[in-house]
């Protein structure tokens, strides 16, 4: 199996040959998740870590026609764009792609609702870019499972600005060898580390956002004439090869790309129904069936878990620190501290992640215990296994196969919708625009972005 020279021709070629044309699916797929994504970055904007944000788009970044979440601003795309996609990222309440491990909203919606307000399109061709953007993500990810993440990457934002380059290229019709540039030149910008877990940094929600921004200067800079590679992801010096260090993944991406068209993956792609890393979501379910049962807070002596290799440095290393997360926003990727806020409060709410650290929750939580599990199925799936001793020293064993919105055990829409409403009220909008916002993206037939932009402003302050 060989991979055959210029993967981002083939897939700008099969990208162009299908906007407009996609599936009533995985259009109804993208409203959802488009719709889920304002709904988390408006929230992130009023109650998120990151405070003042919004100042990126004031002052000399003042202007453009695209929307800024939670300040009634406008800013030129690519600003708009870095400013919402680190407020969608910010709570880690965003959508996930599981088998690739992709936060493709944070980067794709900021991406794609920047470039159509700027170029005054249609919603319709927003959605329709926005979930080819997604597509191409996902089969990036897919190309080479959990090697980004294992070398240091947030997946997202090593492979974001590729895709935001296409979503920019899509909407702006942009000829074939302009847009194969622009995906060449977002070759040069892939980035984004965990080293912000050390420290609990909030530059984790910016990482998405900087894809998104680096990928929409990259189709720009491919307009103004600059050229880019074609064989940019593949070869000694592709992407693969430099970031994942797998030389095998662009003959796996050249056979996905022979699916566009016929294989649809955002239709599986997760949402978030809690506030913290998806890695943790599963054991907070398992967990969640012990304390169904009967069991409290109180009675719980210990709980043992087992964590996927693939998840660990994210969610468990090293264990001290995440027993005793150093900031409430850390411990949005503290496995034992979140264990025990579901077990102590009873459900995992953004409170855990803003009120102090300590009490109940960090007693539990140092009393939490793990071993890494490697024949888990991670990442293909996200499971989970734990064992819980009480006081009086029975055990009770609960384990989740895969996380709640994988590809086997879908959210309902109703949900969904649920969430989002939900997010938006909390976000300062009042009913009215709440029903116009969720009438707009999801039973319009092409949503007037003007009118949604007018009552996403209701939340500004």
């Given at each position: 199996m060989t991979a055959p020279s210029g993967l981002t021709s083939e897939l700008v070629r099969r990208a162009r040959a299908l906007h407009g044309r996609l599936p009533d699916e995985v259009m109804a797929s993208?409203?959802?998740?488009?719709?889920?994504?304002?709904?988390?970055?408006?929230?992130?904007?009023?109650?998120?870590?990151?405070?003042?944000?919004?100042?990126?788009?004031?002052?000399?970044?003042?202007?453009?026609?695209?929307?800024?979440?939670?300040?009634?601003?406008s800013a030129p795309a690519s600003v708009a764009a870095l400013v919402n996609g680190s407020y969608i990222h910010s709570l880690e309440f965003d959508d996930t792609h599981v088998g690739s491990v992709m936060h493709g909203s944070a980067t794709l919606a900021a991406a794609a609702l920047a470039v159509a307000q700027d170029a005054d399109l249609g919603g319709a061709a927003m959605l329709s870019a926005y979930a080819l953007g997604w597509e191409a993500i996902i089969r990036m990810g897919l190309a080479s499972p959990g090697t980004l993440q294992a070398r240091g990457f947030q997946t997202t934002s090593a492979a974001g600005p590729f895709a935001a380059a296409l979503v920019s290229s899509l909407l702006l019709d942009d000829p074939e060898d302009v847009a194969v540039s622009a995906l060449g030149i977002a070759g040069s910008m892939p980035g984004g580390t965990f080293a912000f877990l050390a420290e609990g940094d909030t530059v984790k929600a910016g990482q998405p956002a900087w894809a998104a921004h680096s990928g929409l200067w990259a189709a720009e800079l491919a307009r103004a004439g600059m050229t880019g590679p074609s064989r940019v992801l593949e070869g000694d010096w592709g992407f693969f090869a430099l970031y994942a260090d797998d030389p095998g993944a662009p003959a796996r991406l050249a056979d996905e790309?022979?699916?566009?068209?016929?294989?649809?993956?955002?239709?599986?792609?997760?949402?978030k129904m809690i506030p913290c890393?998806?890695?943790?979501?599963?054991?907070?379910?398992?967990?969640?069936?012990?304390?169904?049962?009967?069991?409290?807070?109180?009675?719980?002596?210990?709980?043992?878990?087992?964590?996927?290799?693939?998840a660990v440095p994210v969610i468990a290393d090293p264990w001290s620190d995440r027993q005793s997360p150093r900031t409430p926003h850390?411990?949005?990727?503290?496995?034992?501290?979140?264990?025990?806020?579901?077990?102590?409060?009873?459900?995992?709410?953004?409170?855990?992640?803003?009120?102090?650290?300590?009490?109940?929750?960090l007693d539990l939580s140092r009393r939490i215990t793990h071993e890494v599990w490697d024949d888990s199925g991670f990442p293909a799936r996200f499971p989970a296994r734990l064992r819980v001793t009480l006081m009086g020293g029975r055990t009770i064993d609960a384990s989740v196969d895969d996380v709640l919105g994988g590809a086997g055990r879908p959210v309902p829409a109703r949900d969904v919708l649920a969430k989002a409403r939900a997010n938006l009220t909390a976000a300062g909008l009042g009913a009215e625009q709440v029903d116009q916002v969720v009438a707009e993206l999801?039973?319009?037939?092409?949503?007037?972005?003007?009118?949604?932009?007018?009552?996403?402003?209701?939340?500004?302050g």
């Open positions: 993208a409203r959802l998740h488009l719709l889920d994504a304002i709904g988390v970055g408006a929230l992130g904007a009023r109650s998120g870590p990151l405070h003042g944000l919004d100042r990126v788009a004031t002052g000399a970044h003042a202007g453009g026609r695209s929307t800024v979440l939670g300040s009634g601003a790309l022979t699916t566009l068209g016929d294989r649809w993956h955002l239709p599986d792609a997760a949402f890393c998806h890695f943790i979501h599963p054991f907070v379910e398992a967990l969640g069936e012990v304390l169904d049962g009967g069991v409290r807070a109180d009675d719980i002596a210990s709980i043992h878990c087992h964590v996927p290799r693939g850390d411990a949005r990727w503290s496995l034992p501290y979140v264990l025990a806020g579901r077990a102590v409060d009873g459900h995992v709410a953004l409170d855990l992640f803003s009120d102090p650290i300590g009490g109940a929750r999801i039973d319009a037939p092409d949503p007037d972005l003007r009118r949604l932009a007018g009552a996403l402003g209701a939340a500004a």
